[in-house]
């Protein structure tokens, strides 16, 4: 069915974008597991008013199509429609404010408490029902003294950027409501706009993914290496780990990379993915690296450009993981060279769907895409 049979009111159902399709199935099979969510626990002051924050809420709402959704499977194809902000707010309690027991704290390095931990697992491992149009969850609660505000995506109407960017917002219109100020203007492109985008990028995304089942097809091919040797299950709660790397340790990665002329996150995974090959007695060693997928430079089609400007105006997913292979012998020169070469490749052929990778993968028993490895959420961050 082509684009132009959806032209019509802008609350038929259309169909789901390319990025949000594989997660929309994933989250069908696995409805309960947190990893289909983007959630956020926000450290508020206790005198924030929740009258104007809930009103900021509920302006990002409006102003994203993308976030109030609801979706559906028909004939065998994820669709979905926009759902009018009335309707869409008849079906949640925006910033409901729940007691918590006060519990005594044990872990003194982590600046959030265990109780507000603990309560935000347990809202995040509450589907939201997409079919339902319920694409968002919020609670507040008082706790220590702090105001602890969550707030949680489903993934399948936002990924990372979308989630941060959207809570900046909330930021922005709370600030205005405030100092009784009009509210900072912004441009949202509308699904149909979205849509129509993802639509015109199709030749290009089968391009994309035509290089990795030719030229890069020695990449779907490497052998699991991960530390594990095995494919792991999504884990059913959230986890989240920082490492943080001693200041010197920084500084000296820092110099080597002003050295090599490479930026922090390619010197950051040369070092990890490189040790990690080495420990695991692998000559190269391949991994997911996460790209946002909307800011292109000039080397990819006017489509895919096109296509990142609108997914960075509206609420959306558009996040992608693309396979870097990282070298366990060799010089430094050398491991960084290749890493950046790659993150450059993969700059330029962003398109083609991770779940479209893993697919061609699968059919050699030996493979692993890198997904499945050990940097697959990496996010090397300078402090």
């Known amino acids: 069915m082509s684009i132009t049979e959806h032209s019509g009111s802008k609350h038929d159902w259309i169909p789901l974008t390319k990025s949000a399709q594989g997660i929309y199935l994933a989250a069908i099979i696995d409805p309960k597991n947190p990893c289909y969510n983007t959630a956020e626990i926000m450290e508020c002051p206790p005198e924030t008013n929740l009258d104007y924050l809930r009103e900021a809420f509920i302006q990002l709402y409006r102003e994203n199509e993308g976030f109030r959704v609801q979706t559906r499977v028909q004939t065998g194809r994820p669709e979905q429609r926009v759902v009018p902000l009335d309707e869409f707010l008849t079906n949640l309690e925006v910033l409901p404010v729940i007691s918590l027991q006060i519990q005594e704290e044990t872990e003194e390095q982590n600046p959030i408490p265990a109780a507000v931990r603990g309560w935000a697992s347990e809202l995040i491992s509450e589907p939201l029902r ?6 968002v969850r919020s609670a507040a609660t008082y706790y220590g003294g702090k105001l602890w505000v969550y707030h949680s995506f489903s993934h399948v109407v936002a990924d990372g950027f979308a989630a941060f960017n959207g809570l900046s917002r909330v930021a922005a219109i ?17 699904l149909m706009e979205l849509l129509r985008a993802d639509h015109a990028a199709e030749h290009a995304r089968e391009e994309d993914l035509a290089l990795w089942t030719s030229e890069q097809a020695e990449v779907l091919s490497q052998p699991d290496t991960s530390l594990a040797a095995r494919s792991a299950s999504p884990a059913p709660q959230a986890l989240r780990e920082v490492l943080t790397l001693p200041d010197k340790l920084q500084r000296d990665m820092l110099e080597i990379g002003k050295m090599y002329g490479t930026s922090w996150p390619v010197t950051v995974t040369g070092a990890v993915g490189s040790y990690l090959a080495r420990i695991g007695g692998h000559r190269s060693a391949a991994f997911g690296i996460p790209q946002m997928n909307r800011i292109f430079g000039a080397q990819v ?3 895919t450009r096109a296509l990142g400007k609108t997914s960075a105006q509206t609420g959306t997913t558009a996040v992608n993981v693309l396979p870097v292979q990282v070298s366990g012998m060799g010089s430094i020169a050398q491991a960084l060279d290749s890493v950046k070469n790659q993150y450059a490749r ?21 493979a692993s895409l890198a997904p499945r490895s050990m940097l697959y959420r990496l996010m090397p961050l300078y402090r």
């Open 130 to 135: 997409t079919d339902a149009g319920v694409t």
């Open 174 to 190: 709370y600030r205005a409501l405030s100092a009784e100020k009009p509210l900072p203007t912004v441009k949202r492109a509308s």
């Open 301 to 303: 089609p006017a489509e």
């Open 346 to 366: 993969n700059a330029s052929h962003p398109l083609a769907r991770q779940e479209d990778l893993e697919r061609l993968a699968q059919s050699d028993d030996t």
